[in-house]
């Protein structure tokens, strides 16, 4: 009886690292939810209202985004000023770092120069 024990528990121990990792994946955020946590927490740590996230990619440690801000409403629309934003996010979907990549006028073509 005690050997069907340990053995039982030595085949628990090497199956858990598998399950907890099973358990993570599980639990870690849909891509549409790092999207919209993404958004609101810039949002929160701006002050700006995010409008449109233009790229959008998993890496090893976790997500990268560029992200279109509203900095300043100006009349007419067309005139107002907006930034992109690189935003980076932990693998849970946690913001851990942003920078303003540009500021543009809203109804100025892209020249593709960075």
Known sequence: M?????????????????????????SRP???????????????????????????????????LEVEVLELARVPDTMSLMASYEVELDSDGQLTGYRRLRRYERGRADTGKR
């Open 30 to 64: 849909s891509p549409m939810q790092v999207l919209r946590d993404a958004r609101l927490q810039l949002a929160e740590l701006t002050g700006m209202a995010a409008e449109t996230v233009s790229s959008f990619e998993q890496t090893e440690d976790g997500w990268s």
């Open 2 to 26: 005690t050997n069907t024990k340990n053995t039982s528990e030595s085949q628990n121990s090497r199956n858990s690292p598998k399950k907890q990792e099973e358990a993570r994946a599980d």
